[in-house]
């Protein structure tokens, strides 16, 4: 499983350029990123590569973030690939509440991430379709407590 941050903003100018800047500022680089707004708030999604630090930073600069478990599969990166996953998950009656993606620059495949309703059976089942799912040190690093 992947840790994922969703950080609530209000729509406001400027509030995604300071929370972007705060995770900069505290040398944390995003892997993803999707925003879903509405008239009165946004939230960001965000993969990053020490999202233990991340909320750290974000809460003790006055962000409301949470954090939630998702799974990254390697897709594909072809035309249908990503149909071919949905139709796995879709006909052993697994749902995907959200997803999103990106492409790696050297890779040969897209990961995508998906919030779904049973983690577990989506693994199995992708697993057995020869899906790769990524894991958590393969795509950000494991965070290690300060002493």
Do not use: H, W
Request: net charge negative.
């Amino acid at each position: 499983m992947i840790k994922q941050l969703s950080v609530f903003l209000e729509n406001n100018p400027g509030r995604l350029a300071e929370l972007t800047r705060t995770l900069g500022d505290a040398g944390i680089n995003m892997r993803a990123l999707m925003v879903a707004d509405t008239a009165e708030y946004g939230v960001v999604r965000i993969l990053c590569d020490t999202p233990d630090k991340a909320v750290s930073v974000l809460e003790g600069s006055g962000f409301g973030v949470s954090v939630s478990e998702v799974i990254a599969v390697e897709v594909p990166d072809r035309p249908g690939g990503l149909a071919d996953v949905l139709e796995a998950l879709g006909s052993e009656g697994i749902n995907v509440e959200y997803a999103y993606c990106f492409v790696e620059p050297s890779g040969t495949a897209a990961v995508d991430i998906f919030r779904v309703d049973d983690p577990a059976k989506a693994q199995t089942t992708l697993k057995m379709i020869g899906v790769r799912v990524a894991g958590a040190a393969d795509l950000y690093s494991i965070d290690v407590p300060s002493i």
